[in-house]
């Protein structure tokens, strides 16, 4: 009899672990938070609400955060908001794909248009469409502690805060403070019907050149892949050594020919992957005979292994003539400085096109989403934050001093503030050579830009592709060593992507 | 104590296995001894010493890397060809590394010291007892129950990550010392490891312990546990280990400061450059250092232990 | 007494069955519940989808065109790292207790590796392998230490990691990093085995006058079996569950430069599945529980006949 006391202990420990799990199962998944719906008296001033936005902010940056955010608390007393920052961009998508399966995800977090895709896997992204300038609660607003002239809060008599009454909604100024393009981009999902995200900060690639050489050898900054090809055939008799450009990212740079040549590289309806056609196959090979001439090298080719390395080493190094890069990482491209003169002049302009007349340049950084959750206090609090840190010229100019992103509003609205026109005044062309200075001229050449940013759909297995496209341009590049051809390695990249998809 | 024993017993590198001591050379007595045995035991012994020493450097590079990447200046760190000696040294990434915003080292150090030591403790308790019964104790199906053990250990564990944060959950064990230290006190691996060592001691004790009428916990206390010191103080290290360099669970389940663990601190603070922008691998790696020194003393400390072995006069194996 | 010990074993591993089932037996049962179900995604489940019962996860894992590819270069890592560190562990193990002078340094800076951390581990393999500023036409600004040694002693230097590196160049570095990490895990375990044997067992060899090399065959090796058995035995575990050292050297794309997957393991392509398509990760995970355990069996059944207690 003894002997069966171990198997049924051992059956009951299981018996008990499988029923219990089965009742966390089904307790913590398929908890999806409900839609926003207005509560009755609409947002409560009276009631302290907390509310956590995740990011991936560095020190530097959290600093400028933090001081809106006590600027934010002042508006909003019953508003706390606790910032965390989880790494990088994957760690904040990361840890929220978790926490929405116990419904503790955060209100508020940084993200990448394929982010929200995921997450909207499970509904739990709240649309904005309520929200904007002609949404449903358009007609409600909300009381707002109004400040003096030194931002200090006004008190009545009786200690309360003076208040005022403020839209809810954007307002149809605050619609038009955008750069029309970063607005646009939040409603790049599915059908294209609802806005998913704000603008945050804002990047794109520009092409840095080394003035000084330029000069010396009389050279001309290329305006066309055209005429790209030429310059490098001209530099490499100049100099076979370096090399005439690098571009960091190879993934952006197939990304960006394709939008250039309107030849097609995704789509979030129907079939998904349109990579795979003659005007991209012709830019791949035309790209792998530069390569093969030594004409060029990416971050991947300059890596380590299979780690990426930025390109920005060579440029600094003298090692090549121009570098294509993010226009956020301005300060990496900075010449070195010998006995307190700089070994050389930096020039930023933007990027060769296809066609000069219709440029197409990618739009790059952090957006904002705001998550679902089941006190509409709490989205309410949220859509006020969102609303504060997109749209207030304050805090837009100091984040981008600070980290070389741009802001999402426009010039002039942007030009309002005396720091930033004052930091934008310091970009001077001639003499970029201070950390302040280059980044001051690469936003300057990033805003000129505006009109020219693009996009691609965001959908699950959105990233995928990119993955892919990056392997497949240096699969091209050197498929004389891999004995594949380009077209193979085309049909690899589609295989690979439609396996993953599972949409 | 063992040392003169051990000393010249072994020479796995001798071909000709003809460098057999009599203990007439121990006595000293080179008359006896012909020229080529002198030879062979030389050779012997500097071969030993070669590969012994050859191998150190090779591993002992990669710690070298690690001081000295904490030294160099980012500017040097990132150069294109990596220098072997830092061209000037940069004290100042060790104050940077205690100035990172936020990170609060001493707050990580203690919550790490708790999750180390309790986990550690617990866990040797559990596999001791563990590895006991699959060694010494009979019982129904204890070998399709050892063989089941170990087949959890062959199911990648990357899948159990979701279903276990459901689990904690829901046991509102999120933020607490306890999600951090009770998931990962049974290791299979651990279990395994004494009982291997469990076997090695002979069964005879165990049955004269018997007839003598000493319980099975005071046997267990009195003799397996100290023979099997040295496999004790490894588990010991190495669970230690997997406290101060666990990552993807701490981050996952207890992020709040009362609860952080110094991997996850460390990863989450970001040393920046305030010139470029670009991260300051040279600080951090400096903050590694720090983080490490702990680690290395408890190690020295446990590595005479370890050397040490246990006496078995008088036991027939 | 028998049946006294009967359920006194079960009291004694009680402690361990509970946390088992609670965080192993159950994952494993959720695992083996979303591998049935299609294109499983939890994040789905939530959304309110349903998915399809039945095979087609293991279906469409078997059919990925890289899963012997996969599959191929997890075996090869397995059977080429294992017998390799296991037979230099063992042999840096005994030679560590077989010498006198500097014995406690040497000890010492064996144990070092412990406390190094990883990054630094993968920053001297790309000191060590890789050509910086490689690229058709231009001269590396640096070419590793590995290829200058090469080049002192008159050879020409070989594309280790970089782009357009041969398979074979990425796998013996794989198989010395994948050796050096795990090097000082098993010198441990030997060391401390050795600690625990018998010395009388030597003192009678040297009485009979046996030859050091036959001394070690034949008395430290059957004496340190338990341990040289679990050494390799978890090795052909771990070895099995290889994913990490790839992304250490070549990045997530696991391969060099041009050739992305070329190095793809079973758990690197669990990982790829991860994010989207739990199911399918979970079929794929079965699959592998299934060849490790097969493999382990016949590890079993060899130490069962070989290894001497």
Redesign the interface.
């Known amino acids: 009899m003894k002997r069966r006391f171990g198997a049924i202990l051992m059956s009951g420990v299981m018996a008990c672990s499988v029923m219990a799990g089965l009742a966390f199962s089904t307790a913590c998944t398929g908890n999806q938070k409900p839609d926003f719906v207005m509560p009755e008296g609409g947002f409560d001033t009276n009631k302290e609400v907390t509310i956590t936005f995740y990011h991936s902010m560095g020190q530097d940056n959290k600093k400028v955060l933090n001081a809106s955010l006590e600027e934010f608390k002042k508006l909003y007393p019953n508003i706390t908001v606790i910032e965390e920052a989880q790494g990088g961009y994957d760690d904040v998508r990361d840890q929220i794909t978790k926490e929405i399966m116990d419904g503790s995800q955060p209100d508020v977090a940084y993200c990448y248009p394929d982010h929200v895709a995921l997450f909207n896997q499970s509904g739990a992204v709240q649309s904005l469409n309520d929200f904007l300038a002609d949404g449903t609660y358009k007609d409600y607003t909300v009381p707002q502690v109004k400040l003096d002239a030194d931002g200090n809060q006004l008190k009545n008599d009786d200690g309360s805060y003076v208040t005022e009454e403020v839209s809810l909604n954007l307002t149809q100024a605050q619609k038009e403070s955008y750069i029309d393009g970063y607005y646009a981009e939040g409603f790049k999902f599915d059908d294209e019907t609802k806005m998913y995200t704000l603008p945050f900060s804002k990047s794109t690639e520009v092409l840095y050149y080394n003035k000084t050489l330029f000069e010396k050898h009389n050279l001309t900054v290329p305006k066309t892949w055209q005429e790209l090809g030429a310059l490098c055939e001209t530099i490499h008799g100049i100099d076979s050594k370096v090399f005439p450009f690098t571009y960091d990212s190879e993934a952006n740079w197939f990304i960006t020919m394709c939008e250039q040549y309107g030849s097609g590289y995704t789509s979030a309806t129907g079939n998904k992957f349109l990579f795979d056609n003659k005007t991209n196959q012709e830019f791949v090979t035309t790209f792998t005979d530069w390569y093969e001439k030594g004409y060029f090298t990416t971050q991947s080719l300059n890596g380590e292994g299979g780690n990426p390395k930025y390109t920005s080493d060579h440029f600094t190094a003298q090692n090549s003539f121009m570098c294509i890069g993010s226009s956020a990482g301005a300060g990496n491209q900075l010449p070195p400085v010998t006995n307190g003169v700089p070994q050389f002049q930096v020039g930023i302009t933007s990027i060769p096109q296809v066609n000069p007349d219709a440029p197409k340049v990618i739009s790059q950084g952090p957006s904002v989403c705001i998550l679902k959750q089941d006190d509409p206090q709490r989205v309410l609090a949220s859509w006020l934050l969102v609303k504060y840190l997109t749209t207030d010229v304050n805090f837009q100019a100091a984040l981008s001093i600070t980290s070389g992103y741009v802001p999402v509003l426009k010039e002039e609205v942007m030009k309002t503030n005396v720091a930033y026109a004052a930091h934008l005044s310091t970009a001077d062309e001639n003499a970029p050579t201070t950390r302040a200075n280059i980044t001051a001229l690469s936003a300057k050449v990033c805003m000129e830009q505006e009109k020219a940013y693009f996009v691609s759909p965001a959908f699950v297995g959105s990233s995928t592709a990119r993955d892919q496209v990056g392997y497949l341009m240096l699969a091209a590049f050197t498929s004389k060593t891999n004995n594949k051809t380009i077209d193979q390695a085309f049909k690899d990249a589609i295989a690979e992507c439609e396996y993953f998809d599972v949409g | 104590m063992?040392?003169?024993?051990?000393?010249?017993?072994?020479?796995?590198?001798?071909?000709?296995?003809?460098?057999?001591?009599?203990?007439v050379m121990k006595k000293r007595d080179v008359d006896k001894v012909s020229k080529k045995q002198v030879a062979v035991k030389v050779l012997?012994?500097i071969g030993?010493?070669t590969?012994?020493?050859i191998?150190?450097l090779?591993?002992?590079?990669?710690?070298y890397?690690?001081i000295i990447?904490s030294l160099k200046s980012l500017e040097e760190y990132?150069a294109?060809?990596?220098t072997l000696w830092p061209q000037q040294f940069k004290w100042s990434n060790y104050s940077a590394a205690f100035d990172?915003?936020?990170l609060n080292l001493g707050r990580l150090f203690l919550n790490t010291c708790i999750v180390g030591i309790v986990s550690t403790l617990l866990s040797l308790?559990?596999t001791v007892?563990?590895a006991?019964?699959f060694a010494r104790?009979?019982?129904?199906?204890?070998n399709i129950?050892f063989?089941a053990?170990?087949?959890?250990?062959?199911?990648?564990g990357?899948?159990?990550?979701?279903?276990?944060?459901?689990?904690v959950?829901?046991f509102q064990w999120?933020n607490t010392f306890t999600v951090l230290i009770?998931?990962f006190?049974?290791s299979?691996?651990y279990?395994?490891?004494l009982r291997?060592?469990f076997?090695?001691i002979p069964n005879e004790l165990y049955l004269a312990a018997?007839v003598d009428g000493t319980s099975?916990l005071k046997y267990l206390w009195k003799v397996m546990i100290p023979?099997?010191a040295?496999?004790l103080?490894?588990i010991t290290?190495?669970k230690m280990?997997g406290a101060w360099n666990s990552y993807i669970w701490p981050?996952?389940v207890a992020?709040d400061m009362a609860h952080r663990l110094i991997t996850v601190g460390l990863?989450?603070?970001?040393f920046?450059d305030?010139?470029?922008?670009?991260t300051d691998y040279p600080a951090q790696?400096a903050a590694?250092v720090i983080v490490?020194i702990p680690?290395?003393l408890v190690?020295?400390f446990f590595?005479k232990y370890?050397?040490?072995?246990?006496s078995?006069s008088g036991?027939k194996? | 007494m028998k049946k006294k010990n009967q359920w006194k074993a079960w009291l004694y591993l009680l402690p361990t069955l509970l946390i088992i089932a609670v965080f192993t037996v159950w994952p494993i049962i959720n695992t083996i519940r979303m591998s049935l179900l299609k294109n499983y995604d939890s994040l789905r489940e939530i959304g309110g989808a349903s998915f399809e019962f039945g095979f087609a996860n293991f279906v469409s894992v078997a059919k990925y065109k890289g899963f012997l590819n996969c599959l191929g270069n997890t075996m090869i890592l397995c059977v080429v790292t294992v017998p390799i560190s296991t037979m230099l562990a063992l042999v840096i193990a005994v030679a560590l207790n077989s010498i006198k002078f500097v014995r406690k340094t040497l000890q010492t800076i064996f144990f070092l590796p412990y406390v190094t951390n990883s990054i630094a581990i993968g920053m001297v393999f790309m000191a060590m392998f890789t050509m910086i500023g490689y690229a058709p036409g231009h001269e590396p600004a640096s070419v590793g230490i590995i290829n200058s040694i090469i080049e002192a002693f008159g050879g020409t230097r070989i594309n280790w990691v970089n782009a357009g590196s041969g398979k074979l160049e990425n796998m013996v570095v794989l198989v010395i990093y994948i050796v050096w990490n795990a090097l000082p895990f098993k010198i441990l375990v030997l060391l401390g085995g050795l600690q625990s044997v018998n010395k009388q067992y030597y003192d009678a060899a040297k009485v009979d006058g046996t030859s050091r090399f036959r001394t070690f065959w034949r008395i430290t090796v059957p004496l340190l079996s338990p341990m040289i058995a679990y050494v390799v035995i978890t090795g052909f575990i771990g070895g099995f569950k290889e994913y990490s050292s790839i992304v250490g050297i070549f990045g997530d794309g696991m391969g060099p430069a041009g050739a992305a997957g070329s190095l793809n393991t079973m758990v690197g392509f669990i990982y790829d599945n991860l994010d989207t398509n739990q199911g399918r990760a979970s079929a794929a995970a079965l699959i592998l529980f299934v060849i490790i355990f097969v493999v382990t069996m016949i590890n079993m059944w060899v130490s069962k006949k070989k290894v001497h207690y």
């Open positions: 063992t040392d003169n024993i051990n000393e010249k017993e072994i020479a796995p590198e001798s071909q000709e296995g003809i460098a057999t001591e009599s203990k012997v012994q030993l010493y590969f012994l020493v191998m150190a090779i591993v002992l590079f990669p710690f890397w690690m990447s990132n294109a060809v990596p990172a915003d936020g308790v559990v007892l563990a006991y019964a104790l009979e019982f129904k199906g204890k129950m063989a053990l170990l087949a959890t250990m062959m199911i990648p990357e899948l159990f990550t979701i279903t276990n944060y459901l689990t959950s829901a999120k009770v998931p006190l049974v299979v691996f279990i395994y490891l291997q060592n076997l090695q018997k099975d023979l099997s040295p496999t103080i490894s290290i190495l280990m981050r996952l992020n990863r989450g603070a970001t920046t305030p010139l470029t922008n670009m790696m590694v490490t680690l290395l190690f020295l590595r370890i050397m040490r072995g246990v078995r036991i194996g």
